[in-house]
């Protein structure tokens, strides 16, 4: 590839200017959109003083906080628990800056009829954007109690404090936060400063607190969505065709009919759905509708073996990500590479589920959605109805890792809903329908060429990414299953380029190392032949699996120490830092390991402007069989102001484990007519016996600085890491994950 | 058609059809919430309960195998208010993400070191093998059974319950 091949790029992202990068962006993001993952947000006309986080979108704060006579006291967010425990952090954010008791909290997550609407729970901006505003608010609250007292006591506000729930004068006297509260002195909008607590006065924040979710969890106390039980309540299955596109020809709908418990089947067009008084009732008549339902052929998939290939010669258009032309002395030595990841799946252990109930012409959906008031417009659309007749309601479901089935199963189970007025509906996704008919993550090509001077430093970096676009998110009726299969179909739309500071399918492909010349391009790819969308981190995975590949064969070209290679490019002190706590946690070191084992190294800041995560990893590469063990890892996180250190410390171990499983294991498998890695057998994952001895999570602590987020930083340094420490073990590099055993096996030549 | 079951220690009849997996019954019939869905085919291990003190996938198991058998879910090991010993250990070692998974885990380690009280690391990750978990909260998963196993030796020490 050279420059010449890039005829026409689109040029909305970074200019070159004098050497140095300017970045500049094709629209204003809302705090409330995640960047990357959300298209045609139209900028404001005149921008509004920036409110700290998700506060710019709801300024009022009894949109967040609300206190009653009694002092109970209500947060409202508008991100959801996928897991990650981002409402313990939200309550300890909050406790902190009101000054009372965690317990006293109640947290009200995403629900279109109560909390603001934060868009996304995604791209681990949930205690960046909702944590910001709930500090802000919090202190902001604090202080009208704090003026309130002190105007009934006509005594100087500075004179009172705030604790425990209560404001306290100097001689002792107190008033509780609830008869300080009257009728609207929470409404009001925020100021966009705040008197926030001095890190010394903290008591909760920093600190670990027990997630406030896991007690129910081990206990069977009902918390997930597929523990609802409504009075009346029916539960339901669907029927897909084989594959995409194939529309319903015919069904025996009167053997079902006759069956035990059966109360409806639901037709409409090619949507297909049996409806039963007990759950195991709609689960056989769902395969007795099956095994009678005759398909059209729909779209054919395409071939298997060349697809990844051929994803170079698909038809693409071209977004600069980054240009630069720093001049320096021409390069003396050349590293190349072309490197790949499959489609892979999110997985969760639980398939989608929801419920929905029509009543009085509202239609309620609870769904384990990642965008409750997204979901409720594309449910509306798709039902014709205006959004005010839906209400979506996050509940938990099992761990979400980005746009899986959750939206589509509410939709399942709103439509379902409309042919038993009165009845709320259960509907649960099965596991083959889960794995065959989630939104995969992309399948990604990157090219890589860099060019080292005389010195061993990088002076030139070339990088192209093939991708489709890793969102295709509702909004819109046509991201829904249900809605394209109805009579009138909704068309998912088209899925468009745009360069944009925390990227998508070119998230993370710009490195982050200071490299003179450099040029980075995404050839995106519009057309989607197997269905996609955000899988955690986006194409940050793929992006720093090959960047922090070739930046260890460039070190091993420079005969230099990958870590120390690593410093050498890099000026940002907390990049440094983490490099540094984690070679030092881990021992690195370039003495030689026993045969089979082997040590790597990776680095990347999320989205080149969230979290900083460094890791070290020692593998053993067992030579008859292949079989790759990773044994320990050594990571260090910088997600900024630390609010609970061990939820920290659980989604980055989280992370590692399930990147490493991603790498090592998986991949979708198809063949023309349909999905064919339908379940854990045909799409294997990590279990218990390759699960690491140890992985020790190092948190730099930086007091002051704005949250950075967590939850995907792991993502793209582990395949990186893995493939360094296979190449140190075996001198063999891998360029396509995943890395089975018979793949390492064969580059290994055993 | 009626089925008898004994579940956490209550025998009841359930007027289900004998060959409904176990794991319906106990969510659509009994209410209870431990055992979950995942894959309906024995390969993931959310649905684990204990029969007789082994661990079982009741997901697969048809409910007329397990008449005057004794089923054991987790709600049958304790409350929010009264954890038992492994449900404390995983909330000390705070050992769940999404949690999902965790019922199924904490299962078939409560048959594990039923049957084998000193179970060590090893013989945990062998017994755990079955059950997938997606989050990647192995580790803690792996510590939380060892504490359990700590805390169950010490009370039968003692002459607790384990």
Not at chain 1, 385 to 403: K, L, T, W
């Amino acid at each position: 590839m050279t420059r010449s091949d890039v005829k026409n790029p689109t040029r909305r992202g970074v200019l070159a200017a004098g050497g140095s990068l300017v970045v500049s962006f094709a629209m204003l993001s809302q705090a409330f959109s995640q960047e990357g993952e959300v298209q045609g947000t139209a900028p404001p006309a005149q921008p509004k003083p920036k409110l700290p986080g998700s506060l710019s979108g709801d300024p009022f704060l009894d949109a967040w906080i609300r206190i009653d006579a009694g002092g109970e006291i209500s947060v409202f967010t508008g991100k959801a628990e996928l897991g990650q425990g981002v409402k313990t952090a939200l309550i300890q954010i909050a406790a902190e800056e009101l000054e009372v008791d965690p317990a006293s909290i109640r947290l009200i997550t995403a629900d279109t009829d109560r909390t603001p609407d934060e868009g996304y729970t995604a791209g681990s901006q949930s205690i960046q954007n909702s944590g910001t505003a709930i500090r802000h608010a919090a202190a902001q609250v604090r202080e009208i109690l704090l003026a309130q007292a002190a105007a009934r006591w006509q005594v100087p506000a500075d004179q009172l404090r705030a604790e425990n729930g209560r404001v306290i004068r100097a001689d002792g006297q107190a008033l509780d936060y609830g008869s300080l509260v009257s009728a609207e002195i929470l409404h009001v909008e925020a100021a966009p400063q705040s008197r926030l607590k001095p890190r010394d006065r903290f008591r909760i924040m920093g600190k670990p607190m027990p997630r406030v979710d896991i007690p129910a969890k081990v206990t069977g106390t009902p918390i997930y969505v597929q523990d609802m039980r409504l009075p009346g309540m029916v539960h339901a299955r669907v029927v897909r065709p084989p594959r995409p596109g194939a529309t319903l020809m015919d069904v025996d709908t009167a053997t079902v009919e006759r069956m035990p418990g059966i109360v409806t089947i639901v037709r409409n067009g090619s949507f297909l759905a049996v409806v039963a008084e007990r759950e195991f009732q709609a689960i056989r008549a769902m395969r007795v509708l099956a095994s009678s339902a005759r398909w059209s052929e729909g779209a054919r998939l395409p071939s298997p073996d060349s697809l990844i290939q051929s994803l170079k010669t698909m038809p693409s258009e071209q977004g600069v990500v980054a240009e630069k032309k720093g001049g320096g002395a021409p390069g003396s030595r050349t590293f190349q590479a072309t490197f790949t990841r499959p489609y892979q799946i999110h997985g969760s252990i639980g398939p989608s589920c929801a419920v929905a109930h029509l009543e009085n012409g509202t239609t309620t959906v609870w769904s384990h959605t990642q965008g409750a008031y997204p979901d409720r417009a594309a449910i509306s659309e798709m039902l014709g109805i205006p959004p005010e007749q839906v209400r979506v309601i996050h509940v938990e479901g099992s761990g979400c890792y980005g746009h899986n089935g959750a939206d589509d199963a509410a939709a399942d189970a709103a439509l379902i809903a409309q042919a038993v007025p009165g009845r709320p509906v259960r509907l649960q996704w099965m596991r083959e329908q889960e794995h065959a008919w989630e939104p995969y993550g992309p399948a990604m090509l990157t090219e890589v060429r860099a060019s080292l001077d005389q010195t061993g430093k990088i002076v030139e970096w070339n990088y192209d990414l093939w991708s489709n676009t890793h969102t295709t998110r509702p909004g819109p009726a046509g991201s829904l299953i249900a809605a394209r299969s109805l009579p009138t179909p909704f068309e998912a739309p088209p899925a468009k380029l745009s360069i944009t500071p925390s990227g998508n399918g070119d998230r993370n492909a710009v490195p982050l190392y200071a490299i003179p010349n450099m040029r980075v391009i995404w050839h995106f790819l519009p057309e989607m032949p197997l269905r996609v969308s955000a899988l955690r981190a986006l194409g940050a995975y793929a992006n720093v699996f090959a960047i922090e590949s070739a930046m260890d064969e460039l070190a091993l070209m420079a005969d230099a120490d990958p870590v120390e290679f690593r410093l050498r490019h890099l000026e940002d002190p907390r990049a440094r830092a983490v490099i540094e706590s984690a070679a030092e946690g881990f021992g690195w070191s370039r003495d030689p390991l026993p045969e089979g084992r082997g040590r790597g190294f990776a680095f990347a800041r999320y989205k080149n402007l969230a979290a900083y995560l460094a890791m070290a990893l020692e593998l053993t590469v067992e030579r008859e069989s292949g079989r790759t063990r990773i044994t320990r890892v050594t990571a260090a996180i910088d997600s900024g102001e630390v609010v609970n250190p061990d939820g920290i410390r659980n989604q980055t171990e989280g992370g590692i484990i399930q990147s490493a499983s991603w790498t090592l294991y998986e991949a979708v498998t198809f063949e023309e007519t349909g999905i064919t890695s339908i379940d854990w057998a045909s799409y294997p994952i990590m279990r218990f016996g390759a699960v690491p001895d140890k992985i020790d999570v190092r948190i730099m602590d930086r007091p002051g600085q704005p949250f950075l987020g967590t939850g995907e930083a792991a993502q793209g340094p582990t395949p990186a890491a893995i493939a360094n420490a296979i190449r140190n073990a075996t001198g063999k590099r891998l360029y396509d994950i995943p890395f089975r055993a018979e793949k390492v096996k064969a580059a290994i030549g055993v | 058609m009626a089925v008898t079951l004994t579940v956490n220690g209550k025998t009841q009849q359930v007027d289900a059809d004998p060959e409904t997996p176990l794991l319906y019954v106990l969510r659509d019939h009994l209410e209870l919430n431990g055992a979950k869905y995942g894959c309906g085919i024995g390969q993931c291990g959310a649905c684990t309960v204990m029969v007789d003190g082994e661990a079982v996938l009741s997901c697969v198991t048809p409910v007329l195998l397990l008449e005057g058998r004794r089923v054991t879910t987790i709600e049958g090991l304790g409350t929010r208010e009264r954890p038992g010993p492994i449900q404390q250990a995983f909330i000390d070692e705070q050992a769940a993400q999404c949690g999902y998974c965790i019922p199924g885990m904490m299962m078939r380690a409560q048959a594990l070191l039923q049957a084998n009280p000193s179970a060590d690391e090893a013989a945990i990750r062998a017994a755990l093998e079955p059950n997938l978990c997606r989050c990647g909260t192995h580790m803690r998963i792996i510590k939380a059974v060892m504490r359990a196993g700590e805390a169950m030796r010490q009370n039968s020490r003692g002459g607790g319950a384990i």
